[in-house]
């Protein structure tokens, strides 16, 4: 190949390689900005998809599960204050 017709192929590569990762990348990003609950939640599915087993309480609270366990480090704070003092 001629240095001109080389060069020529390598830039409309790059370019090319450039064009078609931006616009998917973009609309993801946009998503998870918009939407950052959506990562979460996927992510959440896709384990228990894959490491689910039945009636063993995977990513429970207590184990082994305790249905009367109440979950209080969620609370707005005046829970875990009572509990230091």
């Given at each position: 190949?001629?240095?001109?017709?080389?060069?020529?192929?390598?830039l409309?590569?790059?370019?090319?390689?450039?064009?078609?990762?931006?616009?998917?990348?973009?609309?993801?990003?946009?998503?998870v900005?918009?939407?950052?609950?959506?990562?979460?939640?996927?992510?959440?599915?896709?384990?228990?998809?894959?490491?689910?087993?039945?009636?063993?309480?995977?990513?429970?609270?207590?184990?082994?599960?305790?249905?009367?366990?109440?979950?209080?480090?969620?609370?707005?704070?005046?829970?875990?204050?009572?509990?230091?003092?």
């Amino acid at each position: 190949m001629q240095p001109t017709i080389q060069r020529t192929f390598y830039l409309f590569f790059i370019l090319s390689f450039i064009h078609c990762g931006s616009p998917r990348e973009k609309k993801v990003s946009e998503t998870v900005h918009q939407q950052p609950g959506v990562v979460a939640d996927s992510i959440l599915d896709r384990i228990l998809e894959l490491y689910a087993v039945p009636h063993h309480g995977l990513l429970t609270e207590t184990y082994p599960v305790n249905p009367n366990h109440q979950v209080d480090y969620l609370a707005d704070g005046s829970a875990q204050k009572q509990k230091q003092e």
